[in-house]
């Protein structure tokens, strides 16, 4: 089984600073893209943050230059970084991983690569 866990998050103020972090654990053979998505109460799910297996960051405009993606794939994390937060980040933060998985069944190892969410985290911001 593989399983996302998100752990951080919390209560912030505006300005302040929050850390989001995210390890896959599990019957994991690779990891490609891992990324942090949010959710505002009756909003979709949008994209915050990603980054590729090689380093590459990727941001929504939103966050630019205040959030920081980083990922150690030694250990399967990935870190969101948040600074200068605002009202505005308030949401449910997702961490999301493209991953292939793995499974021995009578010793034929058996592949699968698909998507993978964590149970999300709350992330508040006052003013």
């Known amino acids: 089984q593989v399983q996302l866990v998100e752990s951080g998050g919390g209560l912030g103020q505006a300005g302040g600073s929050l850390r989001l972090s995210c390890a896959a654990s599990g019957s994991i053979l690779s990891i490609g893209d891992m990324g942090w998505y949010r959710q505002a109460p009756g909003k979709q799910r949008d994209l915050v943050a990603t980054?590729?297996?090689?380093?590459?960051?990727h941001y929504t405009d939103a966050v630019k230059g205040r959030f920081t993606i980083s990922r150690d794939n030694a250990k399967n994390t990935v870190i969101l970084q948040m600074n200068s937060l605002k009202p505005g980040d308030t949401a449910v933060y997702y961490c999301h991983a493209a991953l292939t998985a793995y499974r021995d069944i009578d010793d034929v190892f058996h592949f699968n690569r698909s998507q993978y969410w964590g149970q999300g985290t709350q992330v508040t911001v006052s003013s």
């Open positions: 980054i590729t297996s090689d380093g590459t960051p």
